[in-house]
Nanobody, 123 residues
Framework: QVQLVESGGGLVQAGDSLRLSCAAS????????MGWFRQAPGQEREFVAF????????NYKDSVKGRFTISRDNAKNTIYLQMNSLKPEDTAIYYC????????????????WGQGTQVTVSS
């Protein structure tokens, strides 16, 4: 079992940047594929990005490609989501998740979840 804690959210203006962090404890993060998901008000939770165990493979939701970058530092047991050129449509609670199986965009494929961090983007 692994515990995940997100941080780095906040209130920003359109066009600004934020870097979210997800710190893991209880197990070595390197055994997991890791993903970021988000849930906007009144919406279902949706896939944002994932990164493979060693960091060699990434994938992104189409609407964030070119703006968001997922990365990991296994030595620090942490993954990141760098978010640039933020838009009001990015407003959501952002969650990190750990996947011990195959890389996937599906919520059902992830085994462990953090509590989330709020990102609010004003125009």
């Amino acid at each position: 079992q692994v515990q995940l804690v997100e941080s780095g959210g906040g209130l920003v203006q359109a066009g600004d940047s934020l870097r979210l962090s997800c710190a893991a404890s209880g197990h070595t993060l390197s055994i997991y594929n890791m993903g970021w998901f988000r849930q906007a008000p009144g919406q279902e939770r949706e896939f944002v990005a994932f990164v493979s165990r060693s960091g060699g493979v990434t994938n992104y939701k189409d609407s964030v490609k070119g703006r968001f970058t997922i990365s990991r530092d296994n030595a620090k047991n942490t993954i990141y989501l760098q978010m640039n050129s933020l838009k009001p449509e990015d407003t959501a609670i952002y969650y990190c998740a750990a996947d011990q199986g195959y890389m996937t965009t599906r919520i059902s494929g992830y085994d462990y979840w953090g509590q989330g961090t709020q990102v609010t983007v004003s125009s």
